[in-house]
């Protein structure tokens, strides 16, 4: 088994192949009509897990919020991949990572995410997965990602952001038809 570790702590868990989170997060989780759903009962479980660890990151208590997060993937049964919660689940892990400045970490885990059934598209994923790129200095790898988040959500996405992520994203892009991002 590989697990991603962090300078937060180490969980193994399945490796995945290939309040502003919560809200985010959840319209990935929220999205109906995927191949595989949780049981309810574990659904309510695992929204609950992650609700919390939403809220240890609020609270800047990142190593709890890992430990949260990485809780409610292990409940989540094999092919985790093809459960539409595995998606939200890493997205709050890829969060954690961003916030401790993990960032290849955080490129790792929200890449995989990508791979998760309803992941691509997810505004949030795309944000965080461009940030963790031009912290890297992956400037194309971030443009692309970037622009995939504004074009999902608008530069209202980034507005509890640092402004240097959406400036960058601004000299990457033409400047839409209004002249107003």
Request: proline content about 5%; overall charge negative.
């Amino acid at each position: 088994m590989q697990g991603y570790v962090s300078n937060l702590v180490a969980v193994p868990f399945a490796k995945i192949k290939s309040l502003t989170v919560r809200k985010n997060r959840e319209l990935t989780m929220a999205a109906k009509g995927s191949p595989m759903e949780l049981e309810p009962g574990l659904d309510a479980q695992v929204k609950e897990i992650c609700d919390e660890g939403d809220v240890l990151i609020e609270m800047g208590e990142l190593q709890q919020a890992f430990q949260n997060f990485s809780e409610a993937l292990s409940l989540v049964p094999e092919p985790k991949e093809e459960y539409r919660v595995t998606a939200g689940i890493l997205a709050g892990l890829g969060d954690v990572y961003f916030h401790a400045k993990s960032f290849v970490q955080g490129k790792e885990v929200l890449g995989d995410a990508m791979h998760c059934t309803g992941a691509i598209g997810s505004p949030f994923l795309h944000l965080r997965l461009g940030q963790c790129q031009l912290e890297l200095g992956d400037l194309d790898r971030a443009a692309d990602e970037l622009a995939r988040a504004y074009m999902g959500a608008g530069a209202e996405l980034f507005s509890q952001e640092d402004p240097r992520y959406f400036d960058f994203l601004k000299t990457r892009l033409e400047p839409p038809a209004s002249g107003q991002w």
